[in-house]
């Protein structure tokens, strides 16, 4: 049996810069509900500044979400979610794999593979989905080859999972605006 398509559709993509809103945001697109949160971020103890980022976001979610650690979340995807699933986030989940694909100083394109099984399961996917994902591109060009590298893989794939969600939004200073 399906569930009704909610006003926003199935699949909505939510683009932000850093420190935008856009997590904040996406929760705010599932609170009424059961969720399944996908948190794609690694943490690493030596780094006390993304483990105090991390905690933050914990504290903001309710108790009843259930939290996945999702280093795969298209693997995640294959297993269907009664409520949402929210996605968070994308630029997280693409460092990592740039990192163990040993990626940042490879040719452009190396991670393709890796993406593509992530939009495929996107496509895939039947219940409702919100995912979160860093806008890039609106500042100065980066200094480094690895800074250029990974905005130019997450501009590709956010623009292939705007392409297939049903909705995208882009938060700027807490505000969020629809684009589709």
Known sequence: MSRPVSPLGQRTLVLGGARSGKSAFAESL??????????????????????????????RR????????A??????????H????????????????????A????????ITADTDVLVEAVTG????LVIVSPE???GVIPA??????????IGTLNQRLAQICDAAFLVVAGLPMRLK
């Open 136 to 138: 890039v591109g609106l």
């Open 144 to 153: 480094t080859r690895s800074g250029r590298l990974f905005r130019d893989e």
């Open 125 to 128: 996917y039947r219940d409702r």
């Open 62 to 69: 309710p108790a009843y979400w259930t939290v996945v650690d």
């Open 103 to 110: 990626a940042w100083d490879a040719p452009r394109g190396t």
């Open 82 to 101: 009664p409520g949402a699933t929210l996605v968070d986030d994308i630029g997280t989940w693409l460092t990592a794999r740039l990192d163990a694909r």
């Open 30 to 59: 599932v609170a009424d509900g059961e969720v399944r949160y996908l948190a794609t971020a690694i943490p690493d103890p030596a780094d006390t500044d993304f483990t105090a980022r991390i905690a933050a976001h914990r504290a």
């Open 71 to 80: 280093a795969d979340p298209a693997a995640e995807l294959a297993t269907a």
